[in-house]
């Protein structure tokens, strides 16, 4: 009886009531700091046809976490991820792109799936940090994260132009994610598909092309990727790191933080971590509260100079 009712109180905690109202569930009281009312997403299910769902936030969050991290992962981990997604989703709502929705379903946004039964554990992380989001400079930040940085996180500027302003967001060392499964990884392509598949997104490569791979001082990420030929001063093939890795796949090139080695025909792209390395990383998130870290320390450690604050 006691665990029903704990339980019955997280679902309605997490904003859930509609699911458990007949029990006479509440929501929690609004902040005395604030009186905005919690806000409403319209959520793009499919796109073609489009399928919108209109949803509240915390409501949205259940479906968001229970498929962008995993469950099982300690309770601070879930709720700077809760945090994390709760901004991105409050910065899209205030900066739209599209006019029939504000988020899509789908990796381009957030990864939703509509669930009735969240895990617990998820109820417990978006109730705990209800209305909590990140503030830079008072405004909410677009709060990237992605799933493994392999070591070092990427600057917001260089993975996309619009993310500028974020400075806050830049290129650090992280030993916090060393047991990620994605740590190390290999992809191999043979010169000829390489070429083709360049020839597919507009780029002609010279016959004898051979590829130059730069990074900075600031970071051992791959900033820039050069297909030149030697010895001779031709105008060189040349695109980001990040672009590179759309061409080839993000999958394939799970990361821009990689080396090449090449055998004959075979070029083998030998990389660490898994995704665009911006904000924060989920693995390492896991390894801070692993180490007893707090929600806190996880959020300053990976959003450094914002404020955490509870908005509605
Ligand atoms: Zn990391």
Redesign the pocket.
């Known amino acids: 009886m006691r665990v029903m009712k704990i339980f019955i109180g997280l679902l309605c905690g997490a904003g859930l009531f509609l699911l458990v109202q007949q029990q006479g569930c509440q929501r929690p009281p609004p902040s005395p700091q604030s009186l905005a009312p919690e806000p409403h997403l319209r959520v793009a299910l499919q796109q073609d046809p489009l399928i919108v769902k209109e949803i509240n936030i915390e409501g949205y969050l259940m479906g968001v976490l229970a498929h962008e991290i995993y469950a099982d992962w300690p309770l601070p981990t879930l709720m700077a991820q809760a945090v994390a997604s709760r901004s991105y989703a409050l910065y899209r709502l205030s900066h739209p792109v599209h006019e029939e929705f504000d988020l899509s379903a789908s990796v381009s946004d957030q990864v939703f799936n509509p669930t009735e039964k969240p895990p617990l554990s998820v109820i417990e992380a978006v109730s705990q940090t209800w209305g909590q989001v990140l503030l830079f400079k008072g405004e909410v930040i677009p709060a990237f994260f992605h799933s493994?940085?392999?070591?070092y996180?990427e600057a917001a500027k260089r993975v996309w132009r619009w993310a500028d302003p974020y400075t806050f967001l830049v290129s650090q060392p992280?030993s916090?994610?060393e047991h990620c499964k994605y740590q190390d990884w290999e992809y191999s392509i043979l010169r000829e598909t390489l070429a083709e598949t360049m020839r597919h997104y507009g780029y002609d490569l010279p016959e004898g092309w051979v590829l130059r791979l730069r990074a900075s001082r600031e970071s051992p990420r791959i900033r820039e990727v050069d297909f030149v030929l030697p010895l001779v001063p031709i105008h060189p093939v040349r695109m980001t790191g990040a672009h590179f890795r759309q061409i080839l796949g993000y999958q394939n090139l799970k990361s821009t933080l990689f080396s090449l080695e090449e055998d004959g025909p075979l070029l083998t792209f030998k990389g660490h971590g898994f995704g665009h390395g911006v904000g924060m990383?989920q693995?390492?998130a896991k390894g801070m509260a692993l180490e007893g870290k707090t929600l806190e320390d996880i959020l300053h450690f990976y959003y450094p100079e914002t404020e955490l604050k509870r908005i509605y």
């Open positions: 493994c940085c392999g070591g996180t992280d916090y994610c990383c693995w390492g």
